[in-house]
């Protein structure tokens, strides 16, 4: 809500500057989007009158003026066909500058010195809204005499600050100037004063004589208020009222209808004036609608109506939907001469039925969704029409229809200082808290607190908490544990700390987080390769998808990661490498809710083979203390490379599947051929992590490396040999790592030749060659035995 804060000044004595304003009008609660100051481009621009006109002499399309500009006479040159001599109008000085940047300077205009420019309305950046007497393709001319070199964005009311409020729905009455105003007198610690209407009602009849007005369902209408203007006249606004609309983002109509919009943001309360003669019978009667009923709205078009729907009608038809629109029959036009002014107040709910059935949310209905205060009905007629007799709009009848329902009281709260200082841990005094109940004009009686009915949120005593703590100070309340043997020190779960240590070796090995979706198409196992009883084809199928191509849940992820890998390939991108912590699904015999298991997705192309895949995994593992993996070949996996591709083991049971792309998958999901995909199972990654680490002391003694290489079949792997070299090297061995691999004509077809380094240490004495050598022999013995390997 955009609200002027020269307004708001009006009911409260604030001295504050903008900034200072909207920074404590933050804190305690009233929260401001932003504010602006009108005015702020432009500069040097003043007032001028127009004392002579002459032709250019080499240019027939220009003129020649002279303006006073308060302390000098300038010369201007125009092309202007809509001024004369003695008009006041805004003149940009030399040195000026205009909305969008725009910078006026002394100059030429074919030989002849102009030393500024006359501004039109919109180089000023306001419209013929905002003035109807002005035309859009000449010189502003200013509708009154005006002192000269006065600065136009004060004569203009351009110097105002605009103030944007973000007002949440549980606070209806700021969105109104005098709820924001209240809240900033509260703020502040300022008085607040409204000053309550004064009508002369003019027009001497009593308005029960004239109109006679039934509610038939109080539930949806609790109050209607009524007054009636005669000697109507329809004429534009006065230019402050105008500009106040402007200021406030409405824009202005006729006086009629400026009043009532002026009303409905000063007071919150939404208003609408009918052509009284225009209603059958000088009757209103608030009721349901009549299935079928048709009314034609302002907007002209012709809206079907439901009993479901409260409206205002006359003798005959409907001429209204409550809360929402007038109707275009009874709209008051130039011809209009009397009026029946509406203050009422309806039910939130059906208004917002009624809205969303119609398709025509209004700023009307917007605020009378967020329960608007039944007391405000009659202050704010009484204001519209202070407001109509002040711009002689028309003289107001003696007399007020007000016809109220049973209004309910609200319920008082009981008041306990300890338990709200326990809450919000402070120390707050009784007194204290009374003072910043009595600036928001919440009633004290002893021990009990009752709310003015303008405060529907305030229901509870975690409320009147609430209330201290925003006016006392949300920046004086100092940080403290919670008391009580419930209160714990929030902390990350064990897994939360081990998925962090997963995606953190993932960030610093090169790879970027993805997101994609969970839900997939039935097709994507046939691009697969998949067979027809392959256990990935099971899944959970969405009861309302979107559309075919996400009509189930997924049970892999690698379509996905290669979508990744294929839209930035395709892109131009040369390499990359990519990681996701997601969720597949799997259903459950005899329950309604899958199986959801959460994987860890890896994939890389363009600068790497399949060990740099393999490295990265082994940096997770590694990371998580989990030790003793096997890495098996498999060549049966119709996903990856039959022979790139390895099933991460651990004492007998699969925790994940990497490897490369298989070539028949390449075109199909547009991957280069260096694509490098894998998943890891995470929950067994939890089970088998073990993150303490255990230290012990430096080796006394020193170790002994030996290197061995060995000719064996191309089947075997290095883990194979590793795992038998573990097998039988005896208690004195160390570690074993794997560095070389070779194969070529000197060792025949078939073979491939690889090497390993054995370490060996004893933690109690120096080793000896035989000791050594008794081990090494072991070795090899079981390695001919176990894998027919043959030293080099």
């Known amino acids: 809500m955009k609200v002027p804060y020269s307004w708001i000044k009006e009911y409260t004595k604030i001295e504050a500057g903008a900034r200072e304003f909207c920074e404590a009008m933050t804190m305690s609660g009233s929260k401001v989007e932003g504010w602006e100051m009108l005015g702020e ?196 606004s006065p230019e402050w009222l105008r500009q106040r609309l402007r200021d406030a983002g409405v824009r202005p109509i006729n006086n009629i209808v400026d009043i009532t919009n002026y009303v409905m943001l000063e007071y919150g309360q939404p208003m609408h004036a009918f052509d009284l003669d225009n209603i059958a019978g000088k009757k209103i009667i608030v009721r349901n609608a009549v299935e079928g009923e048709i009314l034609e709205t302002l907007d002209d078009q012709p809206r079907k109506l439901d009993p479901s729907m409260l409206v205002i009608a006359d003798a005959e038809k409907p001429v209204a939907v409550a809360g929402v629109m007038g109707g275009a029959d009874s709209e008051v036009s130039d011809s209009t001469v009397n009026i029946l002014l509406e203050s009422a107040n309806f039910n939130n709910i059906s208004v917002r039925l009624t809205a969303q059935k119609l398709v025509m949310r209004t700023e009307s209905s917007g605020r009378f969704e967020k329960g608007l205060d039944i007391n405000n009905t009659l202050p704010a007629v009484n204001r519209a029409c202070e407001l109509i007799e002040e711009l002689s709009a028309g003289k107001v009848m003696s007399g007020i229809v007000d016809v109220c329902g049973e209004v309910s009281d609200k ?26 109940f009595e600036l928001l004009e919440i009633k004290v009686d002893g021990n009990m607190v009752t709310a003015p009915s303008f405060r529907p949120d305030i229901q509870c005593e975690a409320d009147l908490a609430e209330e201290v703590a925003r006016f006392y100070g949300y920046n004086n309340i100092k940080a403290t544990m919670l008391a009580g043997e419930s209160s714990t020190q929030g902390k990350r779960s064990y897994k939360q700390k081990l998925r962090d240590i997963i995606e953190g070796v993932c960030l610093s090995s090169g790879m970027y987080e993805i997101y994609t979706y969970s839900f997939t198409s039935p097709g994507i196992f046939d691009r697969l390769g998949l067979a027809a009883d392959d256990p990935l084809r099971k899944t959970v199928v969405i009861r309302n998808p979107l559309g075919e191509d996400y009509s189930i849940m997924r049970t892999t992820t690698l379509p996905d990661m290669m979508k990744v890998i294929a839209h930035n390939s395709n892109r131009n991108v040369e390499q990359g490498a990519f990681y996701e912590m997601s969720f597949t699904y799997h259903p459950i015999y005899g329950n309604d809710l899958p199986d959801e298991r959460t994987v860890l997705t890896l994939g890389m192309y363009g600068n790497g083979d399949f060990y740099d895949l393999k490295g990265m995994v082994q940096e997770i593992t590694e990371t998580l203390g989990i030790k003793g993996i096997e890495y098996v070949p498999i060549s049966d996996n119709p996903i990856y490379h039959p022979g790139r591709c390895a099933m991460l083991m651990k004492e007998g049971s699969s925790i994940g599947i990497i490897g490369q792309v ?63 070299i573990k097998e039988s090297a005896g208690a004195y061995l160390e570690k074993v790592e794997f560095f070389d691999v070779y194969k070529g004509k000197q060792i025949g077809e078939g073979k491939k030749s690889l090497a390993f380094s054995i370490v060996y240490r004893s933690l109690e004495k120096t080793l000896t060659e035989e000791e050594i050598s008794a081990s090494f022999d072991k070795v090899v013995k079981a390695l001919a035995e176990k894998t027919g390997a043959k030293l080099r």
């Open 41 to 236: 481009d432009i500069k040097k621009v003043v007032t001028g009158k127009i004392t002579e006109i002459i032709s250019h002499p080499d240019a027939d399309k220009l003129i020649v003026t002279k303006v006073d500009v308060g302390d000098s006479i300038i010369q201007i040159v125009t092309g202007a066909k809509n001024i004369n001599v003695g008009d006041y109008i805004p003149v940009a000085l030399h040195g000026s500058s205009l909305p969008g940047g725009l910078k006026i300077k002394k100059g030429k205009l074919r030989g002849v010195v102009s030393e500024g420019m006359l501004c039109s309305i919109s180089e000023l950046n306001i419209t013929v809204n905002d003035y109807p007497n002005a035309i859009e393709d000449g010189i502003f001319i200013l509708d009154k005499e005006v002192e000269t070199g006065l600065d136009i964005t004060g004569v203009l009311g351009l110097d105002e600050t605009i103030i944007e409020f973000e007002i949440t729905s549980n606070r209806p009455d700021c969105f109104s100037v005098i709820g924001l105003a209240r809240e900033a007198a509260a703020t502040f610690k300022k008085d607040f004063t409204v000053k309550v209407p004064v009508l002369k009602e003019l027009a001497g009849d009593d308005i029960n004589d004239m109109v006679s007005i039934e509610v038939e369902n109080f539930s949806l209408c609790p109050r209607y208020t009524a007054r009636v203007i005669t000697d109507v006249k329809i004429e534009t």
């Open 662 to 724: 298989n070539p028949s998958l390449l075109d199909e999901f547009e991957v280069p051929e260096d694509t490098l995909i894998g998943t890891l199972d995470v929950e067994k990654l939890y089970e088998l992590s073990q993150i303490e680490r255990i230290y012990s002391e430096l080796p006394k003694y020193p170790a002994i490396t030996r290197d061995i290489a060995v000719l064996v079949n191309d089947d075997i792997t290095a883990g194979s040999i590793i795992s038998v």
């Open 411 to 436: 319920e008082s709260i009981e008041l306990r200082v300890d338990k709200i200082n326990t809450f919000l841990g402070t120390g707050i005094s009784r007194n204290g808290m009374l003072d910043i």
